[in-house]
């Protein structure tokens, strides 16, 4: 404990030192995150000095090895590290896929030189990763996927379509699950990373209802992946085939990160956030009563939500967790964050529904209350969701 308290004390000096005022500031754009990637490019100084600083200082992939361009911290010191961050509201210093997914896949599954490679460039914010999983027809049955790799020897040739793959349109690579065995449902995966220009790749972008996307489809026409990059990276990860174990992995860690939209991100109390549009009564609460209870008890919930998450990653780490766990926690932390924006529309008023003006943002309360509707969808929906809570933790019997 004296050394962590010894840590928590060079962490709060370090992060007073280096972590610019604009980088505590709430995101409120798209520009205000930092993903990397070959065609990356920083919105202003500070972000550029607060990516740099926590590169150096490995704080961009904390708890990964030094070897891979992490820092090394034990779990204790990287929670610590978040808390500190949280507390003066710090940004993240890179955004990524790499490092919520793909990351913790390699370093379970990948190859000494897949890791050495891959993870440095994630680290480094060198390489913008997207996840090619769901299929038109293949979404909650994913296995169910027909995007298929014809073997060729040395490389596949592979056919089909992705869709809502978030960002493929600024990715610079995939990971992407094919079929490399049609006789097999389960064992005729295959986990492939290959790069985005590749001859036969092209996405185009979904529109959603809040009046822009993520989202994209994409598709392969006799996309050549080679099975090896040279210097023993190959084009997959785990064994060929058997992709289906690497996948079932990083879907738990997929949906932990959407989780975590339920604690609320760093807004805070959302009574506080909400003020300014409802006024204050005699006694300097919410004006309206009815709507004070309803933020009173959210405010409630999304704390006892991040006690759970916290305690659910410390089993995690200490591989004590259930299977299901990361379903419990997807499935409660989206319909959280829905009932969030809902009560964040009610407290708006007639001005959240607001679309286009400089004064609303651009419409970002009604815009971020329509992009929730996906959260129960993403990820896994949270009918399946409940179904794999009910087998796997209840174990109650079938219908």
């Known amino acids: 404990m004296p050394d962590l308290e010894s840590f928590r004390s060079e962490t709060r000096a370090w992060l007073e030192a280096n972590c610019p005022a604009e980088m505590r500031e709430p995101v409120r754009d798209e520009a205000d995150i930092y993903w990397g990637g070959r065609n990356a490019t920083f919105k202003n100084d500070a972000q550029k000095a607060w990516f740099e600083a926590c590169l150096e200082k490995g704080y961009t992939v904390p708890e990964w090895p030094t070897d891979y361009g992490g820092a090394g911290l034990s779990p204790a010191e990287g929670k610590v590290l978040k808390q500190e961050m949280a507390r003066i509201k710090a940004r993240p210093p890179l955004s990524s896929f790499g490092i919520w997914m793909l990351g913790p896949a390699l370093l379970h599954f990948g190859t000494e030189a897949q890791k050495q490679r891959f993870l440095n460039e994630i680290a480094r914010g060198e390489i913008r990763w997207c996840q090619g999983y769901s299929e038109p027809g293949s979404g909650s049955d994913l296995v169910s996927l027909q995007t298929f790799g ?16 978030s960002y493929a349109d600024q990715a610079d690579w995939i990971f992407c699950l094919v079929r490399t065995d049609k006789a097999d449902k389960y064992r005729g995966i295959t986990f ?45 990860v785990g064994e060929i085939n058997r992709g289906w174990d690497v996948a079932k992995y990083l879907l738990g860690h997929e949906r932990e990160m959407i989780s975590g939209m339920g604690g609320g991100g760093g807004m805070g109390s959302l009574g506080k956030a909400v003020m300014p549009s409802l006024g204050e009564d005699a006694m300097g609460r919410l004006d309206d009563p009815l709507l004070r209870a309803q933020l009173a008890e959210l405010d409630v919930e999304a704390l006892a939500f991040k006690a759970m998450a916290e305690r659910f990653m ?17 499935y409660a932390g989206t319909e959280l964050n829905k009932r969030r924006h809902e009560l964040i529309m009610a407290s708006g008023g007639s001005e959240a529904l607001e679309w286009d003006s400089e004064a609303s943002n651009g419409g970002a309360k009604s815009r971020d209350w329509l992009r929730t509707k996906a959260n129960s969808i993403e990820g896994g929906t949270s009918e399946v969701m409940l179904n794999v809570i009910s087998k796997r933790i209840l174990e109650l019997p079938d219908a």
């Open 150 to 165: 014809e073997d060729k020897g040395d490389h596949w040739v592979v056919n089909g379509s992705k869709i809502w793959t």
């Open 314 to 330: 410390d089993e995690l780490k200490a591989k004590k967790n259930h299977p299901a766990t990361p379903n419990m926690m997807k």
């Open 192 to 236: 492939m990373l290959f790069d985005m220009a590749s001859e036969g790749v092209s996405t185009k972008p979904i529109l959603l209802i809040s009046g822009s996307s993520p989202f994209c489809e994409t598709f392969f026409d006799d996309v050549q992946v080679p099975k090896d990059y040279g210097d023993g990276v190959t084009g997959y």
